[in-house]
């Protein structure tokens, strides 16, 4: 079983940034992966970007070049920085683990984006 928390969430101006985090508690040394989600209104949940247990990274082609997620192990976080941000970003912001073929979600934090 894994715990996440999701925290940052707010309101910025089109253009500005914001740092989301993720806190992963519970059997965090058997989490394969995580990730970053979001979903608007009347939308279909969609990939923001994931890391692996190895580093590597993949991104969803709307936030490539503007938002970078990373992972501090030491304190169990996976931070994802968001910079240069649109109106069509607003959404809520789910944190996601994998285990094996399980997955498990955070409760979100809203982004809102005004223009």
């Known amino acids: 079983q894994v715990q996440l928390v999701e925290s940052g969430g707010g309101l910025v101006q089109a253009g500005g940034s914001l740092r989301l985090s993720c806190a992963a508690s519970?059997?965090?040394?058997?989490?394969?992966?995580m990730g970053w989600y979001r979903q608007a209104p009347g939308k279909n949940r969609e990939l923001v970007a994931t890391?692996?247990?190895?580093?590597?990274?993949h991104y969803g082609d709307s936030v490539k070049g503007r938002f970078t997620i990373s992972r501090d192990n030491a304190k169990n976080k996976v931070p994802l920085q968001m910079n240069s941000l649109k109106p069509e970003d607003t959404s809520v912001y789910y944190c996601?683990?994998?285990?094996?073929?399980?997955?498990?979600w955070g409760q979100g934090t809203q982004v809102t984006v005004s223009s």
């Open positions: 519970g059997s965090i040394f058997s989490i394969n992966a």
């Open positions: 996601a683990a994998t285990i094996g073929l399980e997955d498990y």
């Open positions: 890391i692996s247990s190895d580093g590597s990274t």
